[in-house]
């Protein structure tokens, strides 16, 4: 069952008189639970399309689909509950609230959801059953990027979007990231899109879709993704 | 290097609202500070060098009885006197209003000629501008002749006085009491024996008016005046004793001259008088001896007459008798005696015929010889007639004549008597007069003595004259301006402060910021092997040149604006401002700015710059989240809504920034709150003086002391319907203790229960009624704020002679306008060792104040009619007066709490943009972002507001303590309208603020704010 549709996509970005089209031509689709991968080289537009996705911002043209929905017709306040009720983010530098505790940073995102989970048991599902009541400056780079992972599960929507999630972590800690992340993908069957420039990532994806320049250069389904646990860069 | 300051320069370019947000907090603190510290000396300027250049005096001395050329000399030998000036004026009445008229000096008070010329005759006079016109004509309608010359002039110039600096003119003791202009004419205008006022200069070593150093030289010089006061009153006394008394004498021997004279002349009249009696009455006498006298005469002569006529009579008897036998007559004797004559020729011629013998013969002979007998005989009667006849003739011519005679002296007799009666007229008639003249002399004489002695008793009742010496607080406006200047400087020595210390605060703190938003920046550069004092200069290059900017542009505007923005609130006459940019302040202010400014850049960068690059150019770890008190207390923390448990965190986490808000906020709503509780103490308080504490009508002042009210008082009293009229003891005593002065009056009331009545006093202590008993001395608050005096405690008083009294405290009254004591009869005797005698009355009335005013004015008893309604008017309008300054502070206040709170915004949003956006990612609505915001800066408003209250309750007591330092005392306490007033307008510009947040919060980019950090 498809949940998202990519339709000849394009984003333009007007700087003075110039117009930089940030993406064109983009067209893919994304199946319910599935792992995809974006994969490209810096600048090729991976983040513009997730952006795209996220709701965090609209097509010039194209039509995107998600669950049936034109989102690309959405208007501002539109994005916002798209965000706030099907959209999961996690970012490279976590972006968590620093004044919040591990457990609060999955409560905020937790009060805006009617669906969401127990914040609890999500943290207690990404390993973090012990640092509830942390700060996440007491928190590892790893852990941090755990409760973020929880802060975007907890909201229970139906994609989850991961923009360099091991960006600034370790190898190893990286690692169990991405297996955190597929774990979740395929226990609770939540569609997960994740960017990376590293190749190796796209091995544990279901599908690969290769960026270059702002466009679509292929879409690779994966018959059998690695776990990540196999991988290793 | 210079690629650094390009960088600046490209960065003040780029982020100019926040050079700019720097440059005006900065300006508008310094200019504040800078306008209302130049502010009083620029006034203090301009009042001095009006008061110098016109030679405004420094002291003026009036007496009850004039002043002499002696007194200027003594004055002129006192040590610092420079100049003095024996001087005229007198109040007057000029169609209906009272004006004062003033000889025109050159050396002292000299006028300002606005228009017009200086008077060239004696008719002519310089007028005050604000009531004439040139070329009115100014009629005296008193009778001035024995003091002017002239009693109508032209107005030919318009002037400003240096003696009217107020355009309340003050009082007067003619009209109704309210001087209503003034006009200057030629000295010799003046007919008055002695002078009605001395000028002093002091030699004041020109030292500035109002200014401490000018103060002392003045009070020094006061005590000189002081000392000598007294003996020039004796001279006064004893010149004007000794002149009268020499004029009593020289009245008493001229009278007794003219008494002895006139005496004179009297006894002489009388005597001429009597001598003309007594000459007719021996006239009269002479006269009737002289009538009987010749009445004898007559009677003799007439007899003598008789005896003649008899014999005469008898003559003719004979001869009738003998023609009778004759037989003849007398008228035909003639005949017989011619035909006898004839018969003897013709018989002798016979004869001769015959013979001698003859018979014939014989017989012829013998015939002829009868003849001839016959003839003889005839003859003989014929003489005898002729001899009575002529005795007839002659006795008839005798008794004629002599009646002639007798008549003619008859006549004289009669005029005589008549003469007589005339004179016995004109001798009574002289009598009459006599008697007249006498008793009008007597009458004269006995006026005269009595005016002697009248004049006698008076100068055995002369007063001793009295001296008042006056500074120049008799100037009308004088102290009122000193007071405005004092509250001026209480503001600028607190409030510019507060406001430089806000402005500083929100500058350090958004220099912070930028260095911290930099430290990348930084990071670079040093990476890149530039030294850490290039990179801190390049920042103190952009801060100082902000500050720098803002300060010297907020100097030159505050300076320009704001004292000629007080000044014009201030209703003085006095010339135009000349603004002064005193270039101390500047550096002072950019001193302050610049070592802050540079301490805080220099401590943030070195923070940053302790850091390896590396660590720099990654971006700033979160702060350490941390538990706050509060979760400490479950019951709280468990009942807060998540929402509520973020903002509290929020708030305690960042520490400083909640303490800036909090600083800045409350700082401008103290300043609210303290100018909104000044404007309450003002209002009202002569209100509560005037109606509340003072509760009569009028106050009456008597031109002699009297012990109580009767005769012409009682019925002037009474003609007027003056109700319930309490007799007072009012007078001006000083203090000066712990080196304060302060002037003051004692009140000593006839009556205590009317005392009470009239008298409102509540004491300070319990608010309670306080009631004048005996052996009680109430002091109004001020003095025992001043001195700092309990119930118990003793104060010393002075009174005008420098004699000093020790007086026991037992209550201290509310009272806010001059200062007083209270005592009544009994404790005055025992306190002054005297019995009380009162000059002043104060009453109710029903009538109309402006005829009563005129009537109590007129009558001889009354030197001067005050109204409560009046002084309340005077005070309210000198409270009025501060409302600008007032509307000053909040304006800028409230300017400053915009600029504060958008400073605090901005960097709020720009600490938290990261938060921000993660939140509207997360989906959050605007709302509910903005509310994660707001809820914070509400709370921190709010917080801002009570903190703000309670410094602004302690910034007020602060400044009503510094502003009551003149006889006005304000009301310390604050209206619950102005905190009210004060936290709405917070509230409204933090609101307004939030409007201002809300859109920029709108405007955050979530994919640029969360982009990672290049």
């Known amino acids: ?233 | 290097m210079s690629l650094l300051y390009k960088n600046v320069s490209l960065k003040i370019r780029k982020s100019l609202g926040r050079y700019l947000s720097l440059l005006i907090i900065i300006m508008v603190g310094v200019g504040f500070f800078a306008g209302v510290n130049a502010t009083s000396p620029d006034v203090v300027n301009v009042a001095d060098t009006y008061y110098k250049n016109y030679e405004l005096m420094d002291f003026k001395i009036i007496s009850t009885m004039g002043l002499t050329d002696a007194d200027v000399a003594i004055l002129q030998q006192l040590y610092n006197v420079q100049l003095v000036v024996p001087s005229y004026s007198l109040d007057v009445q000029s169609r209906g209003n009272a004006i004062r008229i003033h000889s025109i000096e050159n050396n002292v008070n000299i006028v300002k000629l606005t228009s017009g010329l200086m008077p060239e005759s004696d008719k002519e006079c310089l007028a005050d501008s604000r009531t004439y016109m040139i070329g009115d004509k100014i009629e005296i309608t008193d009778n001035m002749d024995d003091k002017l010359i002239n009693t109508e002039f032209t107005v030919v110039g318009l002037i400003d006085s240096v003696l009217y600096i107020n355009n309340d003119y003050g009082s007067t003791s003619i009209g109704n009491g309210k001087l209503a202009s003034f006009i200057f004419i030629n000295k010799n205008n003046f007919i008055l024996e002695a002078y009605t006022e001395i000028y002093i200069i002091a030699q004041t070593d020109n030292a500035d008016a109002y200014s401490n150093q000018y103060n002392s030289i003045v009070a020094m010089l006061n005590e000189k005046i002081v000392e000598i006061k007294s003996d020039r009153e004796n001279a006064r006394y004893d010149e004007i004793y000794f002149e009268a008394m020499t004029k009593i004498n020289d009245s008493e021997v001229e009278l007794k001259n003219e008494q002895t004279k006139a005496e004179k002349e009297f006894s002489d009249a009388k005597k001429t008088l009597d001598d003309s009696a007594l000459k007719l009455y021996q006239g009269k006498n002479e006269l009737a001896e002289n009538e009987a006298t010749l009445e004898g005469i007559v009677n003799t002569k007439n007899a003598e007459f008789d005896l003649a006529k008899q014999l005469i009579a008898d003559g003719w008897q004979k001869i009738d008798d003998g023609l009778s036998e004759a037989g003849i007559t007398k008228e035909s004797i003639d005949f017989h005696i011619d035909e006898l004559t004839l018969a003897i020729t013709y018989l002798q011629l016979q004869l001769e015929n015959y013979p001698t013998d003859s018979p014939e013969y014989v017989d012829i002979y013998a015939t002829l010889m009868e003849y001839f007998g016959k003839l003889n005989s005839l003859e003989q009667l014929k003489t005898s007639i002729n001899v009575l006849n002529a005795q007839e003739l002659e006795l008839n011519n005798g008794i004629n004549l002599f009646n002639a005679e007798i008549d003619k002296a008859r006549n004289e007799i009669l005029n005589a008597k008549n003469e007589i009666i005339t004179n016995e007229k004109k001798l009574r008639d002289g009598y009459t007069e006599y008697n007249k003249n006498l008793a009008e002399f007597k009458t004269e004489i006995a006026d005269a003595t009595k005016k002697i002695n009248d004049a006698k008793q008076e100068l055995f009742d002369l007063d001793y004259p009295k001296w008042y010496i006056y500074d120049r607080d008799t100037v009308i406006g004088y102290t009122e301006l000193d007071n405005v200047i004092k509250i001026i400087n209480a503001i600028a020595a607190v409030l510019p402060f507060f406001f430089i210390l806000i402005s500083m605060l929100m500058t350090s703190n958004s220099m912070a910021r930028m260095i911290t938003e930099e430290r990348n920046e930084i990071g670079t550069l040093t990476s890149l092997g530039y030294k850490d004092s290039d990179i801190i200069l390049t920042y103190l290059f952009y801060v100082l040149s902000a500050t720098g900017i803002g300060a010297i542009v907020g100097f030159f505007i505050g300076c320009r604006i704001i004292p000629p923005l007080i000044y014009s609130n201030f209703i003085y006459i006095l010339p135009p401002l000349v603004l002064e940019y005193n270039l101390r302040t500047l550096i002072i202010a950019i001193a302050i700015t610049f070592v802050l400014m540079i301490s805080v850049t220099t401590v943030v960068c070195n923070k940053e710059l302790k850091q390896k690059p590396a660590y720099l150019m990654r971006p700033l770890p979160p702060a350490r989240g941390q538990r706050i008190f509060l979760e400490k207390i479950g019951l709280i923390w468990k009942r807060m809504s998540f929402t509520w448990k973020v903002t509290m965190r929020n708030m305690f986490r960042y520490k400083k920034r909640a303490l800036m808000t909090v600083i800045g906020v409350a700082g401008c709503a103290a300043l609210l709150v303290t100018a909104f509780g000044i404007h309450d103490g003002m209002t009202g308080v002569a209100e509560k003086q005037y109606g509340g504490i003072l509760r009569y009508d009028e106050m009456i002042i008597l031109k002699d002391e009297v012990s109580t009210i009767d005769g012409g008082l009682k019925e002037l009293l009474d003609k007027e319907a003056i109700i319930n009229p309490l007799l007072l003891k009012q007078n001006a005593y000083s203090c000066e203790q712990a080196g304060r002065s302060l002037d003051f009056y004692m009140i000593v009331p006839q009556n205590n229960e009317l005392f009470n009545e009239y008298f409102n006093l509540e004491s300070t202590l319990d608010k309670q009624h306080i009631s004048l008993d005996d052996d009680s001395i109430i002091i109004t608050q001020r003095i025992a704020k001043v001195y700092n005096l309990k119930n118990g405690d003793i104060l010393t008083i002075k009174d005008l002679d420098n004699n000093n009294y020790n007086l026991t405290v037992t209550d201290i009254a509310e009272n806010y306008v001059s200062n007083y004591i209270y005592m009544n009869t009994s404790t005055y005797s025992e306190v002054f060792d005297e019995t009380a005698t009162f000059n002043v009355i104060v009453a109710n009335s029903a009538t109309d104040e402006t005829m009563l005013a005129e009537q109590l004015i007129n009558n001889e008893l009354v030197v001067n009619v005050v109204f409560t309604g009046d002084a309340l008017n005077t005070v309210f309008d000198s409270t009025q007066r501060l409302s600008g300054v007032i509307a000053l502070v909040i304006i800028i206040a409230s300017l400053l709490t915009i600029v504060v709170l958008y400073n605090l915004t901005s960097i709020n949003i720009s600490e938290r943009t990261r938060e921000i956006a993660t939140l509207k990612v997360l989906g959050f609505r605007d709302g509910e972002t903005n509310s994660y915001i707001y809820r914070e800066a509400l709370i921190l408003t709010v917080i801002s507001m009570g903190v703000g209250v309670v410094a602004g309750i302690a910034l007020h007591h602060y400044l009503i303590d510094v502003i009551e330092n003149g006889a006005l005392s304000l009301f310390k306490n604050i209206k619950l309208f102005s905190y009210v007033a004060a936290c709405i307008l917070t509230l409204v510009f933090s609101v307004f603020m939030q409007i201002v947040t809300y859109f920029k919060l709108k405007k955050i980019d979530m994919i640029e704010s969360l982009k990672s950090v290049e």
């Open chain 1, 1 to 233: 069952m498809t949940l998202i549709v990519f339709d000849d996509v394009k984003k333009e970005y007007t700087v003075g008189a110039i117009k930089i089209s940030a993406v064109e031509h983009c067209s893919f689709s994304i199946d319910k639970g599935e792992l995809a991968v974006i994969l490209g080289p810096s600048g090729a537009g991976k983040t513009t399309i997730l952006n795209l996705l996220g709701g965090m911002d609209s097509p010039s043209s194209g039509h995107i689909c998600v669950d049936g929905n034109s989102i690309h017709n959405y208007n501002k306040k539109q994005l916002v509950e798209y965000r706030r009720n099907d959209i999961g983010f996690i970012f490279q530098f976590y972006n968590l609230i620093g004044n919040l505790t591990a457990l609060e940073n999955v409560e905020l995102a937790c009060q805006i959801c009617p669906n969401s989970f127990n914040p609890k048991t999500i943290l207690n599902q990404v390993g973090l059953s012990d640092r509830l009541s942390s700060f996440p400056a007491q928190l590892s780079g790893g852990e941090q990027q755990r409760v973020a992972i929880a802060r975007a599960i907890a909201k229970n929507p139906k994609l989850l979007l991961c923009d360099e999630p091991t960006g600034a972590l370790d190898s190893d800690t990286g690692q169990r990231i991405i297996a955190l992340l597929q774990k979740t993908c395929k226990e609770m069957d939540m569609t997960t899109v994740l960017i990376t420039h590293n190749t190796i990532i796209a091995d544990i994806a279901d599908k690969v879709i290769k960026v270059k320049n702002g466009t679509v250069k292929s879409v690779t389904i994966n018959e059998n993704p690695k776990r990540a646990d196999e991988i290793m860069w």
